[in-house]
């Protein structure tokens, strides 16, 4: 008799059985030849942009007029050691593209991980909460999905200095509320199973619930959102650079960089081509990472 009631009031996470489906998900996706070719293209852009501007001894800030508009020494070797060229102030363009590749990626990730701490935090809460809490709480996420991107970032950042902090800031009030969403449905989804039931009983408080029981489920639904998510806060990130609200000169940014190089694009296009490229290229290498994961997830779920 008293085995069977430990065996009944013992929590038993999915987590418990065997791999979580976050595991399965990620395992399934990381075999397929789509998934391996994004993440190479994003570790080697990442291990670029962390050791490539001091590969070579040129400043991203420095001027120096005399070698303006200078070809990318891929194209004329003459140009050594501008491997990118330069743009119309003379900067070497390698070593700004991947500082702003850094920049991106940086902002990218960090505002996605904001976004999914902070919407996951105010879905669980109005999930297990429920009633008046909860109501307010995602009347608040409406109201907050009903204002464009664009139009939130020029009201902050129009009345203080962009930096990679206000930045990140204000792309996590912008992105929170649809992890919210998805936060909030899995814990009301998950509150009423035998293992919640069980801790319970056990006596774990509700915040022990929600973070050891709940929130690992909350993980494999937007796994793959998060990760194309990165891919749409860099393209927010280079547009409010080209609009001049983004991170501000002298720090090189891809918006700034493309911004500068629109003007010379007859007689100098590897100015906007370059960082253009390079932004190009990491977007395509996190979408087929991104991709994966959903197929995989649909895959798994079908099968189930």
């Known amino acids: 008799m008293s085995t069977d009631l430990a065996a009944m009031t013992t929590p038993q996470s999915p987590r418990t059985k065997g791999r979580s489906l976050g595991s399965n998900i990620f395992l399934q996706a990381s075999r397929t030849t789509e998934f391996r070719i994004g ?3 994003v ?5 670029l942009s962390l050791v490539g501007p001091y590969l070579l ?9 005399s070698k303006k508009f200078l070809p990318p020494a891929l194209l004329d070797p003459s140009s050594w050691p501008y491997i990118f060229g330069t743009d119309q102030l003379g900067r070497d363009l390698f070593t700004r593209s991947l500082i702003g590749l ?15 701490v902070l919407g996951s935090a105010i879905g669980m809460v109005a999930g297990y909460v429920g009633g008046w809490v909860g109501l307010i709480l995602m009347r608040i996420t409406d109201a907050q999905m009903s204002i464009p991107v664009i139009i939130l970032a020029i009201t902050i950042l129009g009345l203080s200095r ?22 909030r449905s899995v814990t009301l989804s998950e509150r009423r199973k035998e293992y919640v039931r069980a801790a319970k009983i ?5 915040l022990r619930i929600l973070l050891v029981y709940i929130a690992p489920n909350i993980l494999p639904p937007i796994a793959f959102v998060a990760v194309l998510d990165v891919a749409r806060m860099m393209i927010f990130e ?10 501000q000169p002298p720090t090189p ?4 960089i493309i911004a500068d190089g629109t003007k010379y694009l007859m007689n100098a296009w590897w100015v906007t081509t370059v960082p253009g490229l390079l932004l190009a290229v990491s977007l395509c290498g996190i979408n087929l990472m991104g991709g994966a994961l959903e197929r995989s997830r649909n895959r798994i779920l079908q099968g189930a």
């Open 43 to 47: 570790i080697g852009l990442i291990l």
């Open 238 to 247: 280079a547009v409010l650079g080209f609009i001049g609200i983004g991170v």
């Open 102 to 116: 850094r920049n991106a990626l940086m902002i990218g990730v960090a505002s996605v991980v904001g976004m999914f």
């Open 39 to 41: 993440l190479a293209i």
């Open 162 to 183: 962009p930096t990679p902090l206000t930045i990140i800031l204000v792309l996590v009030l912008a992105g929170w509320p649809a992890y919210a969403r998805v936060a």
């Open 202 to 206: 056990l006596g774990a408080s509700d």
């Open 57 to 65: 001894d040129l400043s991203p800030t420095k001027f120096n007029v």
């Open 253 to 256: 940014t891809f918006g700034t």
